[in-house]
């Protein structure tokens, strides 16, 4: 084998037949890999093959060429000797000067490829492609311009050197240099891709929903994709196709990430697909992706509505019965769909409120798909009670949230409770009519949420005694829960002066001060509040914080001074107290500010 190479090698350096002749002679022995390993261990003639592809411009010869070193490229043990030729960084120099070429062509508006260049390429990048299966090489490829040049390359009409085209830009994306280059000339680049999701090419599909999803981590990438017409139909057309599924999926969710894409996306159907989805994996661990778009979906109102007005409530209270105990992920996700779709019918609740007020309709257009079934026009009322979203489910609610273990689960129960109002409940019923029918379970629960003194279990996790403070002081709004929850105030006033102490949670300060509001609006309820222990100096302390927090406190201490009276109508104790405070604090900031 070594003296037929030899006998060849000086042919190589003489007319070009018999250049052609020569390299025609070794890519015919090329198929054998034991001949492969002769031919990359003669040094000579490697040097020989990639001094020819660079400087000869004969095509027959780069062709011939580009197939010997795509054969040696197929064995990943020869991608060290071709890269001691530097043969990857010879193709790119290559390729670049052919798309010159082709380049030239556009200008004098003919064919920009030709049959056999385009053939040239895709030997040419399925080299680069077998080369980039070292994550290092492909990042020197990268940095050496391969992303301009593939993106130069994907108006090739071929089939096969489009996809292996796609195929380098696909792996190239991983990098953010690559989504950063991208971004520069997103304006050529991605509605190329975007116009590819129609193809009829599967494989071609798959590679550009992959590429976008991989640039879509970057801000601009991403904006550049949802901006795109007919992007959002195209990938929820692509969401029904099996092999595509998972893939688009993935881009979909990640896209639904913005409040305008989340409207496109209900727009072109994908809400129709989702309960599909999720009625064929009832019982089985939830696709995370799956799972993401479904929360992200229902942040959007007339995705909300869609999902209620098709039943999906019972289809969740449903499932949650069946579910086996070992697919907590699945509830976690199904819970947080609930809590955002009882968060959109308290919203909507409050526009329809709006809406009787100002006797117009705007608040519901866009919210909801015909306004008129939630408003009774000629009389002038309310008809949300009579869509009986909740009312069958609020008892089975309330059983979950006291019996479940699981805190992140019941974070999403009490979440989903505290969204949900009087129209909500059963016909008759009040939120005092609940907690008398759940008293001892409610109370057991109360003490293991809030009570940090009881050492009978395992202190609960911030965010679920939040979510319980909120709502409890939603609860406060029936008098008669009220004075029932006064049993808890010893804890939550403890809960109050410690997340203050220890100045790490204003959102659950914040909750607490709109939980003494709620109670000292009730004559039962409100000296309770009063006069508890420090509670005043407490609230007193966050009259400092320049923020929410701070606001929340001046409301909640003005509203005590003006209940805090004597019978002639005079300032109070307490109501004297905290007034004196008050100056004291505005003097001391006054005074601080004049120094500085």
């Not at 550049?224 to 195209?234: A, D, M, P, W």
């Amino acid at each position: 084998m070594d003296e037929s190479i030899e006998l060849l090698f000086p042919d190589l350096y003489g007319t070009l037949s018999e250049k052609v002749a020569a390299v025609t002679q070794v890519a015919s022995l090329c198929k054998d890999v034991q001949v492969l390993e002769h031919i990359v261990e003669h040094n000579q003639l490697m040097s020989a093959f990639a001094r020819l592809l660079e400087e000869d411009s004969d095509v027959e010869m780069s062709f011939i060429i580009g197939k010997v070193l795509l054969a040696i490229s197929k064995v990943a043990d020869f991608h060290e000797i071709l890269a001691n030729h530097r043969v990857g960084a010879t193709i790119l120099r290559v390729i670049k000067l052919e798309l010159k070429r082709v380049g030239h062509r556009l200008e004098m508006k003919s064919q920009p490829f030709t049959t056999r260049q385009e053939h040239f390429f895709f030997i040419c990048l399925s080299i680069l492609a077998n080369l980039a299966d070292n994550v290092a090489t492909l990042r020197k490829m990268v940095k050496k311009g391969l992303v301009p040049i593939v993106v130069g390359c994907l108006q090739m009409k071929s089939v096969k050197s489009l996809m292996v085209s796609l195929q380098l830009l696909r792996l190239s994306s991983i990098f953010e240099e690559t989504a950063v280059e991208i971004a520069t000339q997103g304006q050529n680049v991605i509605p190329k891709l975007v116009c590819m999701l129609q193809v009829q090419c599967v494989d071609i599909r798959s590679d550009v929903i992959s590429i976008l999803f991989n640039l879509s981590f970057l801000e601009q990438c991403l904006d550049l994709i949802s901006n795109q017409e007919g992007v959002h139909k195209f990938l929820v057309d692509n969401l029904h196709e099996e092999q595509l599924n998972q893939r688009a999926l993935c881009l979909v969710y990640h896209l639904s990430s913005k409040h305008d894409n989340r409207q496109k996306f209900f727009e072109a159907g994908v809400s129709g697909y989702l309960i599909k989805a999720l009625k064929t994996a009832k019982k089985q661990e939830m696709n995370k992706a799956l799972a993401g778009l479904l929360v992200n979906m229902t942040l959007q109102p007339r995705c909300a509505e869609y999902f209620v007005k098709n039943c999906f409530v019972d289809f969740v209270m449903s499932t949650l019965q069946e579910v086996e105990s070992n697919l907590d992920f699945t509830v976690h996700v199904l819970l947080k769909v609930l809590r955002n779709m009882s968060a959109w019918s308290r919203s909507l609740q409050c526009k329809i409120a709006q809406t009787l007020e100002d006797q117009e309709s705007t608040c519901l257009q866009g919210y909801v798909e015909r306004p008129a079934s939630y408003i009774d026009v000629t009389q002038q009322r309310s008809l949300y009670w009579e869509q009986n979203f909740w009312n069958a489910h609020v008892s089975f609610l309330w059983s979950c949230t006291f019996l479940c273990e699981n805190e992140d689960i019941v974070v999403e129960l009490v979440g989903i409770l505290s969204n949900m109002t009087i129209d909500d409940l059963p016909a008759g019923n009040q939120w005092h009519h609940m907690m008398e029918e759940y008293n001892s379970d409610m109370m057991q629960f109360l003490k293991r949420v809030l009570d940090p003194n009881d050492g009978s279990v395992a202190p609960c996790c911030d965010d679920l005694k939040l979510e319980m403070i909120v709502w409890l002081g939603e609860l406060c709004a029936d008098k008669e829960c009220s004075c029932w929850l006064v049993n808890v105030l010893d804890c939550i006033n403890r809960i109050f002066t410690q997340s203050f102490v220890r100045r790490k949670d204003d959102e659950m300060s914040i909750a607490i001060l709109f939980f003494y509001e709620q109670l000292l609006l009730h004559e039962e309820t409100r000296f309770q509040v009063i006069g508890g222990d420090g509670v005043i100096d407490a609230i007193l302390l966050c009259l400092e914080e320049r923020s929410s927090l701070g606001y929340t406190a001046a409301k909640c201490l003005t509203l005590i001074e003006d209940l805090d009276r004597n019978h002639d109508g005079s300032l109070g104790d307490v109501g004297c107290y905290i007034r004196e405070k008050r100056f004291s604090l505005v003097y001391l900031a006054i005074t601080d500010e004049v120094d500085s």
